[in-house]
């Protein structure tokens, strides 16, 4: 394997060392060595503060406006299966040996990163309506991993397998975790 000259005089090759000699002493810089071993979860939601907090007590934060509160319960049945705006992204992920998975709640409420045994109602009973009539409620995992607004959480140690994470509050937001 070779290199190839950059056309800049040396200005590559003095990145490059000094890259190394960053990660050397233990700085670590975008791109060099511990790239990789992080993979991120946005957690999302659109709450309009005034009519969910007007609704539902001081339960919305951050934002100056977004989705009114009875556009989002119009949205909490079988057909729509909840909100859209309420997710996780991605949905679908899958981690190599020593990969973190960085959790990263972007809305303005309280969310939880729930392993459950399979996908199922949650602690709300009103927004459980996305489901049919008689489905089970979750069983969690563990710690259900409460994540406030704006908060942030690393999972670490998921053995080997498909792991299966939903928010308790907002049942439609599931994800799937498969450990390498």
Known sequence: MGFRRCSSTGRARRVGVVALCLAAVGIVVPGSAGAGTVVNVQIMDRCDPASF???????????????????FLARVNPSDFGHSAWRYAPGQIRLKPGQTLQLNNRGGETHTFTEVASFGGGIIPPLNAVFPPGTPLAVPIGDPRFIPAQGQLDVTGLPVGTHLFECLIHPWMQATIQQT
């Open 53 to 71: 907090n007007a609704m539902f007590g001081d339960v919305c934060s951050v934002r100056n406006s977004g989705v009114p509160v009875e556009q």
